[in-house]
C-alpha cells in the first residue's frame, strides 16, 4: 500500500521524482525504487513525505484506497469512515472507527446539521452547546 499511496500521493501534488527527491535529500532514483516497492525509506523520511503531503503517517502506509471508494489518501484529520444504510426508520450505525475518533459512545446525544447543498453532519450536542454559548458571549459583548 505504501508504494501505491507514495505514487498517487506524488501525482496528486503534481510533483515529479526528481522534485519530490530534491526535497527529502534524496535521489530520483530512490523514489523511483519506493514507488516500485523495491525497496522502503527509512522512517525518518516516511515523516517528512508524511509532512510534505499533509497526511498521516499512518495513512501513508496503511491507507487502501479499495476500501474507501477507491479515493486516495485524505488529509489529515479528514476521515472517509465508509458507507451506511439508512434503516426503514431513519435510523443508521454510525462506524467504530468514527466512533471511536470522536469519542461517541452509547446515549451520547448528537446534534443533525444541515445544508442542502453541502449535506449533513453530525456533532456531539454538548460541543455544540458551548459553541452556541461562546458565540452568544460573543455577540453580547460585542453590542455592548
Not at 499511496?5 to 530512490?30: D, G, W, Y
Not at 489518501?73 to 444504510?85: E, I, Q, R, S, Y
Not at 475518533?101 to 444541515?114: C, E, K, P, Q, R
Amino acid at each position: 500500500m505504501f508504494k501505491n499511496n507514495l505514487l498517487s500521493l506524488r501525482k496528486l501534488n503534481n510533483l515529479t521524482q526528481e522534485e519530490l527527491a530534491e526535497k527529502l535529500n534524496v535521489s530520483r532514483q530512490a523514489v523511483a525504487k519506493w514507488e516500485s516497492g523495491e525497496t522502503v525509506p527509512d522512517i525518518d523520511r516516511c515523516r517528512l513525505l508524511a509532512e510534505i503531503f499533509d497526511v498521516s503517517l499512518d495513512d501513508l502506509a496503511n491507507y487502501n484506497a479499495n476500501e474507501h471508494l477507491g479515493l486516495n489518501v485524505p488529509p489529515k484529520g479528514k476521515h472517509l469512515f465508509g458507507v451506511v444504510t439508512v434503516g426503514e426508520k431513519g435510523q443508521i450505525v454510525i462506524p467504530a472507527k468514527a466512533r471511536k475518533t470522536f469519542d461517541i459512545s452509547a446515549g451520547d446525544s448528537l446534534v443533525v446539521l444541515g445544508d442542502e447543498t453541502q449535506g449533513m453532519a453530525l456533532i456531539k450536542s454538548d460541543s455544540f452547546l458551548k459553541l452556541a454559548d461562546l458565540i452568544r458571549h460573543r455577540e453580547t459583548d460585542s453590542s455592548d
